[in-house]
């Protein structure tokens, strides 16, 4: 059996994260997990304080690389979220995938041994295969937003708004019907091939929610005012499948 590390919604480059300082403190975890899933939304485009979106795109795969040199060769995996799959990413992040062979990189979901792993940004409402593809479509073309709107969003984030949004989008039993129904249109075996099924999006970490025989868990996210909640997982040693 291997050890693994999954953790999610970091929101790197944007204002309202928290990342840097507590990855500060996980280095070790980072390093020694002989599996590490990164479960998307490691970095933020969209409400990015870099220069430009080429910048940001540069200082991600710098950050990627950095991880998997950190980790001597164990497997990273990295699954791709709505606020990091921009078009521009997408396509360098494949080839440094190439030139890197600890580095897996998946845009749906993530199986290792009986863990399932997605990002979570289907639980926004009941989404099937053809929904999805269409939401990330959009989320693809996204655009770096400017100083101004940057810092209204900062504002809302500030008061709380941010915070009450989404305990009223996702609560907890609704959000793990909407993921087991789009896992329904995607994997319809899932009940009888995952015990535990990983996800984040909703920035409200939860552990342990059964549903249909399989647990379900959220890794939360380092927002301000969020709770990030890094879970570890066991699987054997068998190949990751997408």
């Not at 799959?85 to 995938?97: D, I, M, N, R």
């Not at 535990?196 to 959220?218: A, S, W």
Request: hydrophobic letters at 35%; proline letters at 3%.
């Amino acid at each position: 059996m291997q050890t693994g590390l999954v953790i999610s919604d970091l929101h790197l480059f944007s204002r309202r994260s928290r990342a840097e300082e507590l990855l500060d403190g996980m280095e070790e975890e980072l390093k020694s997990a002989e599996i590490l899933v990164l479960n998307g939304d490691v970095f933020d485009f969209r409400w990015s304080t870099l220069p430009d979106m080429e910048t940001a795109i540069s200082s991600a795969l710098r950050w990627l690389a950095d991880i998997t040199e950190l980790r001597q060769g164990r497997p990273t995996y990295y699954l791709l979220g709505n606020h990091d799959c921009v078009t521009g990413f997408t396509e360098k992040l494949s080839g440094l995938a190439d030139k890197c062979d600890s580095l897996g990189c998946h845009d749906r979901f993530l199986v290792l041994g009986r863990n399932l792993f997605l990002h979570g940004d289907c639980a926004n409402r009941r989404m099937d295969e053809t929904g999805f593809r269409r939401f990330r479509g959009t989320w693809s073309r996204d655009k770096q937003r400017g100083a101004i709107r940057r810092a209204l969003y900062d504002g809302a984030d500030a008061v709380g708004a941010s915070r009450k949004v989404h305990d009223w989008w996702f609560p907890q039993r609704s959000t793990v019907l909407r993921v087991a129904y789009h896992l329904d249109h995607i994997l319809p075996e899932w009940r009888e091939e995952i015990d535990h099924c990983y996800f984040g999006h909703t920035h409200l970490p939860f552990t342990g929610h059964g549903h249909d025989g399989v647990m379900f868990h959220n890794t939360g996210s380092a927002i301000r005012d969020m709770e990030i909640q890094p879970l570890a997982f066991t699987c054997p040693l068998s190949k990751a499948r997408s």
